[in-house]
């Protein structure tokens, strides 16, 4: 065999890899956006592996680019950062489960609707793993449960966010699935500019996990949806 073609090998290995990582105590969000920079960039070389990163913020908003001013009700009551991701105004704390995911779409799929497409395909994987059936609506970002309370009518609570931004067909930002977050901080603000509905977290829907067992269903659902092999499993 070849040293070209060991070479050639060795690149599709390393291609296909995805280097999960995880921070146990939360992270500061300029922090996390300078390093999701960084490795953005290191990955369009293919200096880095693409990688997920788990976390969790101390409380804080984000304004995304399509963010409406009028929809930061209290811009006192937390942190308020101008990022470059798609979408409008969010909440990011303790209890909630932030995923930035760091993709080449060279790699797999040049589509970057079929790339939030399977962003939702992810998470609504994830949370029937945890006995939660998510669903997608047309016109309003992010995963959704349909609930109702006794003697109360059906409503729709959003139970997952998502935000992206994509420069030189590498992905960064990503996903926020509320586990246990103090659900009275979206009050600051307009959710994702939706107003109408409400939010829920995992706790609140009467499923008591942790961050061990949510971040076991978003691996288990990533292999999924997205391959091991460097390919988008979803095609739809």
Not at 47 to 66: D, K, M, R, V
Not at 104 to 115: G, I, T
Not at 125 to 143: H, K, N, S, Y
Not at 172 to 198: K, M, Q, R, T, Y
Request: a negative charge; one cysteine or more.
């Amino acid at each position: 065999m070849s040293l070209a073609t060991l070479s050639d090998q060795a690149n599709r290995v390393f291609r296909s890899a995805v280097d999960w990582r995880h921070s146990d105590a939360p992270v500061d969000y300029e922090t996390a956006v300078a390093e999701m920079e960084r490795l953005a960039g290191a990955i369009h070389k293919r200096e880095e592996p693409e990688t997920i990163w788990l976390l969790e913020h101390p409380p804080l908003y984000t304004a995304g680019t399509s963010a409406d001013t009028a929809d930061l009700l209290q811009p006192d009551r937390f942190p308020v950062h101008r990022t470059g991701r798609g979408g409008e105004f969010t909440y990011h704390g303790p209890g909630q489960r932030v995923t930035y995911v760091m993709l080449d779409l060279s790699r797999r799929r040049q589509d970057v609707r079929a790339y939030v497409h399977a962003l939702e395909e992810w998470l609504i994987r994830a949370l029937d793993r945890l006995g939660v059936e998510g669903e997608r609506r047309e016109g309003r970002v992010g995963i959704w449960v349909r609930r109702t309370d006794q003697g109360e009518p059906l409503r729709e609570d959003k139970v997952a966010a998502i935000g992206v931004r994509v420069r030189r067909w590498v992905t960064f930002h990503g996903i926020a699935l509320n586990v246990e977050p103090d659900l009275s901080h979206f009050d600051g603000i307009v959710p994702c500019g939706i107003a109408g509905h409400g939010v829920t977290s995992l706790v609140d829907l009467g499923v008591p996990v942790g961050m061990t067992e949510v971040d076991a269903a978003l691996k288990g659902a990533f292999e999924e949806v997205f391959g091991g092999s460097g390919e988008m499993a979803l095609r739809d």
